[in-house]
């Protein structure tokens, strides 16, 4: 048992990783897997005008000056 003021950490916080994929990775890991497996992915009939609307209407954030 540590002394009084001892320093044990008693929790460690870290983000869940990974936090965030780009889509280069995704398809990285979608062809890994067609080629681990066999199996190729399957996407919705609508997925890839669904990813073309998005990336054809975002906009660049531009995140509030803190005060």
């Known amino acids: 048992m ?3 003021g ?3 950490p008693v929790a460690v916080i870290q983000t869940p990783v990974p936090a965030l ?5 995704c398809i990285a890991l979608a062809k890994k897997h067609e080629e681990e497996t066999g199996e190729a992915p399957v996407l919705d009939a609508d997925f ?11 906009k660049r954030w531009n995140p509030p ?3």
């Open 21 to 25: 994929r780009a889509i280069s990775e």
């Open 2 to 4: 540590p002394e009084a």
């Open 48 to 58: 890839a005008a669904d990813v073309e609307e998005i990336i054809r209407n975002r």
């Open 65 to 67: 000056a803190w005060e």
């Open 6 to 8: 001892g320093t044990v």
